[in-house]
């Protein structure tokens, strides 16, 4: 099945700086990309995604690469704030269409 | 519209005792999930139900049931309770089990002492 790797696990920025955390995906034929944020004690929420026949999608501050050959995606934010701090999951989904497979998460911190 | 709605939010259980979590969501989605959160593990899928009348195994299925009881309702039932299995605990559900966005409910919280 597919396996996601996310780095780093933690990562800290002073507000206004850009944060990138960075996936890597197993399936070579797996064609969707989301990334969720999750505030402490509160549900994962879709932030953006993007889909194999797409390099790069952007939305505001927030962006998503995807280097389909290499089998990596990013998650790009610009001018952070402190209310992006948050755990920041990616995820990919498998072409059998069963299920999201999810990365292990990554801590952001935006110190003001 | 409240989206995805799971109950109880919190539950303390004694080691072999049973309960069942249970999940609605109202907008209409074809597939439905649960996944259970530790602590630096991320999000892993328990069980899944593609579309009404199917349930499949996930990542970590062992000491789960479930029940796809319609379209709306997707119910997981821990049978005899391990201390292995405090964790948070999301049903998610989307429009398709392919490729769209999945919409995950508040959590419960369970403790298994």
């Known amino acids: 099945g597919e396996n996601v790797e996310q780095h780093p696990s933690t990562l800290s920025v002073q507000e206004g700086d850009s944060a990138v955390i960075k996936c890597t995906y197993s399936d070579s034929a797996s064609n969707y990309f989301p990334w969720y944020k999750q505030e402490l004690g509160k549900r994962p929420q879709l932030i953006i995604d993007?889909?194999?026949?797409?390099g790069e999608k952007k939305d505001q501050r927030i962006a998503v690469t995807l280097n389909k050959t290499a089998k990596h995606f990013s998650l790009h934010i610009t001018e952070t704030q402190p209310e992006d701090s948050a755990v920041y999951f990616c995820a990919a989904s498998e072409t059998s269409g069963s299920r999201l497979t999810f990365g292990e998460g990554t801590q952001l911190t935006v110190n003001p | 519209n409240a989206g995805v709605t799971q109950t109880p939010k919190f539950q303390v259980l004694k080691t072999g005792q049973s309960m069942t979590l249970q999940c609605a969501q109202d907008?209409?989605?074809?597939?439905m999930y649960w996944y259970r959160q530790d602590p630096g593990m991320g999000l892993r899928l328990i069980y899944y139900s593609a579309s009404e009348g199917t349930t499949d195994k996930g990542e970590v299925p062992n000491g789960y049931n479930v029940s796809r009881l319609n379209k709306r309702e997707f119910s997981l039932r821990l049978e005899s309770a391990a201390p292995s299995q405090t964790s948070v605990y999301f049903c998610?559900?989307?429009?398709?089990?392919?490729?769209?966005?999945?919409?995950f409910g508040e959590g419960s919280w369970l403790t298994v002492v």
């Open positions: 993007i889909r194999s026949n797409v």
């Open positions: 907008m209409n989605h074809n597939s």
């Open positions: 998610a559900s989307s429009e398709r089990s392919s490729g769209n966005t999945i919409y």
